[in-house]
């Protein structure tokens, strides 16, 4: 069943606010550190009593019981950062694909210096290696920046030679941000798990997972609900209000969340991308049912969660909009607490950093 969920965009409350040093700033994967995938560190904390605990990640069967289900975002990361130049004004500039949309039709960004290039006109062209275009059309809907009068998402036509996918293979990398100085092959921006290219970025919450650690977690009883949801490129720099991502929740994962849903287990899910698919699944009766489309949903406290019980999550950034979302888990309250103690403890911030599970 095909649906199209765009509520009407509401501001988010001001979400947690706290200084972040740069040296908590994960800027390399950890095995660059000497660390297996699943060696980060892990915070556990339960929002019902305050409780915080601290281990690391390959752990997580010692706070997991049988029955829990988490669930998975199979997509998998595209190398979706392309060297391009403005025709116009021979610029060099970075075009991030993030969203496609139909056919040759994409959300892209325009990068510059490590941030927004937020001077682009509609119509421009912008060169791309081996021949390649990508015309901007028009500002993506929603997405004017609120800085001034620059456009940072634009909706673009690409002509490329060869099919998309290959060609990103050719001639793309990973995106990445300022505190990520070295260019880090695809395979650490995949979670092992991936099956479905599609993200612009990598739904990060899942790549301390190995394996061997979900076989663990499996023979141990703890359930898997794959669904998928592709990510666009990140960061509602300017308080912006968010854009669609597609995703799709199958029957079957639907019938394992609703079952453990009926019979009071814990529903988890990895990452905020998988809250936010699954919570647009949930159909008037309280029930998850098998859903793909487009979902603008936004998690605050306000509007409330009605399925996921606990969460899967990295660190986020001061003012991050996701806050919003795991305060809607936790209460404003306990999220400064566990924030205080991931500050306090010297926890990595970011994709390559460490984790959080919030459980009731």
């Not at 595209?78 to 993030?98: E, F």
Request: charged share 15%; hydrophobic share 45%.
């Amino acid at each position: 069943m095909l649906s199209t969920v765009q509520p009407a965009y509401q501001p988010v409350t001001p979400t947690l606010d706290f200084h972040l040093p740069s040296d908590l700033e994960a800027g390399e994967p950890p095995e660059a550190r000497g660390l297996a995938r699943d060696h980060v560190r892990l915070m556990v904390s339960h929002y019902g009593d305050d409780a915080i605990a601290h281990g690391r990640f390959y752990q997580l069967a010692d706070y997991l019981e049988a029955g829990d289900v988490l669930v998975i975002n199979t997509s998998a990361t595209l190398p979706a950062a392309l060297p391009g130049r403005r025709r116009a004004a021979q610029v060099p500039v970075t075009l991030h694909l993030s969203t496609q949309l139909a056919a040759d039709l994409w959300v892209v960004e325009l990068r510059r210096d490590n941030g927004p290039f937020l001077q682009a006109q509609a119509g421009e062209v912008v060169e791309l290696p081996a021949g390649g275009t990508a015309v901007l059309l028009a500002p993506h809907r929603r997405t004017l920046h609120q800085e001034g009068d620059g456009v940072r998402l634009w909706a673009a036509r690409l002509a490329l030679p060869q099919p998309v996918h290959a060609y990103l293979a050719a001639h793309g990398a990973p995106i990445r941000y300022r505190y990520v100085a070295e260019a880090w092959p695809l395979a650490y921006y995949q979670t092992v798990y991936a099956n479905e290219p599609g993200s612009a970025e990598m739904p990060s919450a899942g790549r301390a997972f190995t394996p061997e650690l979900i076989t663990q977690l499996v023979a141990k009883g703890v359930q898997f609900a794959p669904l998928v949801l592709h990510t666009g490129v990140a960061s509602l720099e300017a308080h912006e209000p968010p854009y669609g991502e597609w995703f799709r929740v199958t029957a079957v994962s639907a019938n394992l969340v609703n079952a453990a849903h009926a019979e009071g287990r814990r529903i988890i899910a990895v990452g905020t991308t998988a809250v936010r698919a699954l919570e647009t699944a949930v159909g008037p009766d309280g029930r998850v049912r098998a859903t793909s489309g487009w979902t603008e949903l936004v998690i605050t406290p306000r509007r409330g969660l009605r399925i996921v019980t606990g969460l899967v999550t990295g660190l986020h950034e001061p003012q991050a909009s996701h806050l919003a979302m795991l305060e809607t888990f936790t209460g404003r309250r306990h999220l400064a607490l566990t924030y205080a103690a991931a500050l306090r403890c010297g926890y990595l911030w970011h994709e390559f950093g460490d984790l959080h599970l919030i459980l009731p």
